[in-house]
């Protein structure tokens, strides 16, 4: 069954670092994209970044030169290396990939970012 399990977050001061990682099924891990969204308390679940199949990329303006996302084809794994931490980058952290006409998600790793 198709599925995906995040891993990496914790509690962090501003201008520190952390790395996430998915653990994807082979099934998910073989469709078009991969990539991360993230809610905070009160908010929408908003979009992060996003990787293809190839390694194409994109990213949230808001994250632009402090995220990076990759993938290890080898392991069924994506990442989300966060520098430069913010306290608004304070959320629960979403891996997702896509499958045909539908997108599985995972179960969310928190990530705060504070003094």
């Known amino acids: 069954q198709a599925q995906l399990v995040e891993s990496g977050g914790g509690v962090v001061q501003p201008g520190g670092s952390l790395r996430l990682s998915c653990a994807a099924s082979?099934?998910?891990?073989?469709?078009?994209?991969m990539g991360w969204y993230r809610q905070a308390p009160g908010k929408g679940r908003e979009f992060v970044a996003v990787?293809?199949?190839?390694?194409?990329?994109n990213y949230a303006d808001s994250v632009k030169g402090r995220f990076t996302i990759s993938r290890d084809n080898a392991k069924n794994t994506v990442y989300l290396q966060m520098n430069s931490l913010k306290p608004d980058d304070t959320a629960v952290y979403y891996c997702?990939?896509?499958?045909?006409?539908?997108?599985?998600w995972g179960q969310g790793t928190q990530v705060t970012v504070s003094s």
């Open positions: 990787i293809t199949r190839l390694g194409n990329t």
């Open positions: 997702y990939g896509s499958l045909g006409l539908e997108n599985y």
């Open positions: 082979g099934a998910i891990f073989s469709g078009n994209t």
